[in-house]
């Protein structure tokens, strides 16, 4: 079963950065696009972006431009998203998830087990 | 405020059909393929329906989905205890150029 392993929960102070990665093993998803997306408590689902497979070229969404950074070590089978700046909102769930099947754009069927990043004071 | 509206809960009996509205523009389920997630306490996202009536391997053919124009929707029929869970629809956006997610809808299994 193909499947994406994310680093620990984090803790951290306002206005510090964190950066969550994203590993997938044996270099399965090195030609996926791969995607990060947040939900925090009692709140929707969120996409922050996404990293392309070829270029490594990111995509990022509007609200988070200027704050988040996606990269990749195809290398190591990694991503990774670095978000600054935080503040207490940031406080989520962070996911990353790729389309490895026959859907198109949103259909992520492989998702991270997610990591718990909390901001505060 | 989410881009896609969901309405927040729908609940039914056990057996009974549930169903679940997206509402979104042209820019974004009026020309792209809507997905639904179903979203259980600790536990990531799991695909339940993508390109608006697929239904990926494993997931029961309790499970349905339809779009028309700029709306889709998700039914749930022979609703059971385990269903109970928040529903997410998902698309691209052309405009926004990004996915967009609907506000959620709580499932109460009464």
């Known amino acids: 079963q193909m499947q994406l392993v994310q680093s620990g929960s984090e803790v951290k102070k306002t206005g510090s950065s964190v950066k969550v990665s994203c590993k997938t093993p044996?270099?399965?998803?090195?030609?996926?696009?791969l995607h990060w997306v947040r939900q925090a408590p009692g709140q929707a689902l969120q996409w922050m972006g996404f990293?392309?497979?070829?270029?490594?070229?990111?995509k990022y969404a509007q609200e988070f431009q200027g704050r988040v950074t996606i990269t990749r070590d195809k290398s190591m089978s990694t991503a990774y998203m670095e978000l600054s700046s935080l503040r207490s909102e940031d406080t989520a769930m962070y996911f990353c998830?790729?389309?490895?099947?026959?859907?198109?754009?949103?259909?992520?069927?492989?998702w991270g087990q997610g990591t718990m990043v909390t901001v505060s004071s | 405020q989410s881009v896609l509206t969901q309405p927040p809960s729908a609940s039914g009996t056990p057996g009974q059909r549930v169903t679940i509205s997206c509402s979104g523009s042209?820019?974004?389920?009026?020309?792209?393929?809507v997905n639904w997630y179903q979203r259980l306490p600790g536990t990531a996202p799991q695909l339940l329906m993508f390109?608006?009536?697929q239904r990926p391997s494993g997931v029961p053919d309790r499970f349905s989905g339809s779009k028309s124009g700029t709306s889709a929707s998700l039914a749930i029929s022979g609703l059971q205890s385990e269903d109970e869970a928040d529903y997410y629809c998902?698309?691209?956006?052309?405009?926004?150029?990004?996915?967009?997610f609907g506000g959620g809808t709580k499932v109460i299994v009464l």
């Open positions: 998830a790729v389309v490895a099947g026959d859907g198109g754009v949103g259909a992520f069927d492989i």
């Open positions: 044996g270099n399965t998803f090195t030609y996926r696009y």
């Open positions: 990293i392309t497979p070829f270029n490594d070229d990111p």
């Open positions: 042209s820019s974004n389920i009026g020309s792209s393929a």
């Open positions: 390109s608006n009536d």
């Open positions: 998902a698309t691209w956006d052309d405009s926004l150029h990004a996915v967009v």
